[in-house]
């Protein structure tokens, strides 16, 4: 009983987990900046990809497997950020400061 | 299922062999080749796949799949990473001498 | 449900390797078929391939990638080619090698078509499956396949390696002055201090638990590698070749290959065949645990350090000879 109410929450968080995935790649295609683009990107897939792998966590039968998952979570917490910021200082240091492609 | 997978791994490595054929980037080979290799691998795959099977760690739960292509699939995604690093360094060779990646231009042992 | 979901998938390979032959920019090219890769790790995870999926996410999309981007980058300045042959007549650029290609497809997948009837298990298989535990002592099918029952094939698979590192090395060689980047900024530099420790837990667990779990020394050794890669990219090559030499990276490459031979006729000195498990003197162990299935985990580390030691030498032979800017 407890499960499936927990299951039930697990599938609103992928749900949401994937709308925030949508937005980041709706935020690719649609700013007009680099900046803006990476801006919009990055908070949207952390977000996402956290909550999608937060969300599987009811539908893991073990503690370990569960534990993997959190591990993952918090793996993709830190280098995602990271990596937006190299993008982004490798773009700034190619003089895209203007309003560049 | 399986016949699906076929299908898709045919076409990729039609597609990888249109593109070695024609695009004139010495890239766009590697690409081609790249792709050949992936439809080789899914084929593979595709191939050892039994309905209703696990995977083949044991304890089995029911039934396995093939392990046989598994271990070849292996064997082919290590050599295809290493016969393309060699493509590179020969791209990268080939570009400081002719200075151009067009293959129509590497005419130096023609004739 | 799962049919329909491997056809979404199916379908979406599909388009991204077509996206990926028909882009004209290079780099987009680069990232689509890396996509592609990811997708097909997750068709092999789903085809109930789990080594397969772990070696092919590591390998093809994250390995070749990077070994993509540097090669681009290191031709970026000549101009870029057109698209098809210009001198040739307008049937035979697209048209003719198109039907061609069709025709070849088509008899392909009739030859397949015929083959895709009843699935069941080959003979060699069901023997493979089932007599695993007892011959061999490992509960990873696929690893004990690799390292025990056609362990001779890996040995050619480590020589493959060889000659490719070799000839990478001979290739690009010499020449150039050699200038060593600065690598990127302070934040990702601590970052990467942070994850670094946790990326090598994770490549030491894939390596040493090979013959209990999916895995095994050929993505073990590429996350290794991919580590490697990493701290050349994140540190400057400089740094990275300070920690680890090219020496120290050539003595490991041979070190695993010797390794494997001397484990091999270690099966001869004891009267069995070359590179035999259990009929030397290798102990079964108990199922499950780490010092278990013979000379698995000794082979599996050789062929780790051959992987992880040949694929980090051909990136830093590709790197070394780009001039890096200050980034």
């Known amino acids: ?101 | 299922m399986v016949l699906m997978g076929f299908a898709v791994s045919v076409f990729l490595f039609c597609l990888g062999l249109f593109t070695v054929l024609t695009r004139r980037s010495a890239f766009k080979t590697v690409i081609g080749l790249m792709l050949m290799e992936s439809g080789v691998l899914l084929l593979f795959v595709s191939w050892a796949y039994i309905p209703g099977g696990g995977p083949p760690i044991l304890p089995l739960q029911g039934t396995g799949v093939d392990p046989l292509p598994h271990a070849l699939t292996l064997t082919a995604i290590v050599i295809g990473a290493c016969d393309i690093a060699l493509a590179f360094a020969f791209i990268m060779k080939l570009e400081r001498f002719e200075k151009s990646v067009d293959v129509d231009r590497f005419r130096r042992l023609r004739g | 449900m799962n049919v329909s979901l491997l056809a979404v998938l199916y379908l979406f390979i599909a388009v991204t390797a077509l996206v990926a032959v028909l882009l004209e920019d290079l780099l987009s090219a680069f990232i689509t078929l890396s996509f592609t890769g990811v997708l097909m790790a997750t068709v092999f995870a789903l085809l109930r391939a789990p080594d397969v999926a772990l070696t092919q996410a590591i390998i093809n999309s994250g390995l070749v990638t990077s070994l993509l981007l540097v090669a681009y980058s290191q031709t970026r300045k000549t101009p870029h080619p057109p698209e098809v042959c210009d001198e040739c007549p307008s049937w035979l650029q697209v048209k003719v090698p198109a039907f061609v290609c069709s025709v070849l497809g088509l008899l392909l997948f009739r030859g397949l078509y015929s083959l895709a009837g009843e699935r069941s298990l080959p003979e060699a298989s069901a023997h493979y499956l089932a007599r695993t535990l007892e011959e061999t002592g490992a509960l990873n099918v696929v690893g004990a396949l690799l390292l025990d029952y056609r362990a001779f094939d890996t040995l050619g698979e480590t020589t493959v390696i060889f000659a490719a590192v070799s000839g990478v090395s001979i290739l690009l060689s010499g020449g150039r002055r050699v200038q060593s980047g600065h690598g990127l900024s302070y934040i990702v530099k601590r970052g990467m201090a942070l994850l670094t420790p946790f990326i090598l837990l994770y490549a030491a667990s894939i390596l040493f638990l090979g013959h209990l779990t999916p895995g095994g020394g050929f993505p073990g050794g590429s996350v290794f590698a991919t580590v490697a890669i990493l701290m050349c990219v994140v540190y400057g090559t400089g740094f990275e070749a300070s920690r680890i030499s090219s020496k120290s990276k050539e003595i490991l490459e041979a070190g695993g290959a010797i390794l494997f031979v001397l484990v091999g006729l270690l099966g001869i000195a004891w009267g069995a065949g070359f590179l035999s498990n259990l009929p030397a003197p290798f102990s079964a162990g108990t199922p499950g645990s780490l010092l278990s299935a013979g000379n698995m985990p000794l082979l599996n580390i050789a062929v780790g350090l051959k992987v992880g030691a040949g694929l980090s030498s051909i990136f830093y032979a590709m790197i070394k000879i780009l001039e890096l800017e200050d980034d």
Do not use: W
């Open chain 1, 1 to 101: 009983m407890i499960l499936d109410v927990l299951r039930f929450t697990g599938g609103i968080c992928i749900a949401a987990g994937v709308f925030f995935s949508f937005a980041a790649v709706v935020a690719i295609l649609r700013f007009p900046d680099v900046f803006t683009r990476l801006h919009g990107s990055s908070k949207a897939l952390s977000g996402g990809a956290i909550l999608i792998l937060l969300g599987a966590l009811p539908y893991t039968g073990t503690v370990s497997g569960a534990m993997k998952l959190v591990l993952i979570a918090a793996f993709f917490l830190v280098s995602n950020p990271m990596a937006s910021h190299a993008i982004a200082r490798a773009a700034r240091k190619r003089g895209k400061e203007e309003n560049g492609q």
